[in-house]
């Protein structure tokens, strides 16, 4: 007997219109990658802080230490230049995609979109049945977004996961709107 469904799987995050017309490869990041990483998520982070005014927004992961914790991390190239990245942790067991970053110049091209789709796809690949993210409930590119890629919004289950929401109070994340934990199944297919 199969668990419960929390999502659609990884088909569910593919888009109609013109995904393949545009030249994204997806990689593995390597060392040699730190600087663009950081470069990306702090560009991408500007969104947040224009948007919620914030004025002590907390300052990008260094790429070095993501690069060194459990799980993987592929960056997303528009030729040849990166374009944006995914980093997905390995936390006993569990698969927790931890931050989805593209460049601005290159947002709402699908490029977020198929990060997405990979690091479920690598996550079903390495074993695991479902994928969670902690995220804005009411950001468009946020919630809504993960939604229409499979996720749903479920309750921290483990020690791992609340841990997660003790580091966001710490950082200060609450005080600019509602976060909520979403997980999707890496198992289900589409019908």
Do not use: K
Not at 70 to 90: N, R, S
Not at 149 to 163: K, M, V, Y
Request: net charge negative.
């Amino acid at each position: 007997m199969r668990p419960p469904s929390h999502g659609r799987g990884p088909q569910s995050c593919r888009r109609l219109d013109t995904l393949e017309d545009m030249s994204v490869r997806i990689r593995p990041a390597v060392d040699e990658d730190a600087a663009g990483i950081e470069e990306i998520e702090e560009a991408a982070d500007q969104l947040l802080v224009s948007l919620f005014r914030a004025t002590d927004w907390p300052a990008p992961d260094a790429a070095a230490e993501r690069l060194a914790l459990p799980g993987f991390l592929l960056i997303a190239e528009h030729e040849g230049t990166p374009a944006g990245f995914v980093h997905v942790l390995d936390l006993a067991g569990h698969a927790h995609l931890e931050q989805v970053s593209v460049l601005p110049r290159y947002a709402r091209r699908g490029i977020g979109r198929i990060l997405v789709r990979a690091a479920m796809d690598e996550a079903a690949r390495r074993g695991h049945d479902d994928m969670t993210l902690r995220t804005y409930a009411d950001v468009p590119w946020n919630a809504p977004f993960y939604a229409s890629c499979g996720f749903i919004e479920t309750e921290p289950d483990s020690e791992a996961l609340r841990s997660f929401v003790a580091v966001e109070e710490r950082l200060g994340l609450l005080e600019y709107g509602r976060r909520v934990q979403m997980t999707a199944s890496l198992t289900d297919s589409v019908i």
